[in-house]
Nanobody, 119 residues
Framework: QVQLVESGGGLVQPGGSLRLSCAAS????????MGWYRQAPGNQRDLVAT???????NYADSVEGRFTISRDDAKNTVYLQMSSLKPEDTAVYYC?????????????WGQGTQVTVSS
């Protein structure tokens, strides 16, 4: 099992920056993939960015060039650096981990952290 705890959300003005952190309860080195998703009120939960264990990344078109996912294996932490924030980035951001064990896939979620972009 993996417990995920997000932090770093808050209120920021348009054009500003925030860095979200996701601390995992175990080594992330062997986790198949980790990522960030977001959900605005009335919307489905959408992919923001993912990073595979080998380091490859994938971004939603809406955040490409503005957001960067990274990780620190020593701290078992994944980050989402968000820049040039827009009001439409307002959502609850969730950390996600996909673990492959014994031919089964397990998906874990954090509790979410609110990001509000408003003047």
């Amino acid at each position: 099992q993996v417990q995920l705890v997000e932090s770093g959300g808050g209120l920021v003005q348009p054009g500003g920056s925030l860095r979200l952190s996701c601390a995992a309860s175990r080594s992330i080195f062997s986790i198949y993939a980790m990522g960030w998703y977001r959900q605005a009120p009335g919307n489905q939960r959408d992919l923001v960015a993912t990073m595979a264990s080998a380091g490859s990344t994938n971004y939603a078109d809406s955040v490409e060039g503005r957001f960067t996912i990274s990780r620190d294996d020593a701290k078992n932490t994944v980050y989402l650096q968000m820049s040039s924030l827009k009001p439409e980035d307002t959502a609850v951001y969730y950390c996600n981990a996909v673990v492959l064990e014994r031919s089964s896939k397990y998906v874990y979620w954090g509790q979410g952290t609110q990001v509000t972009v408003s003047s």
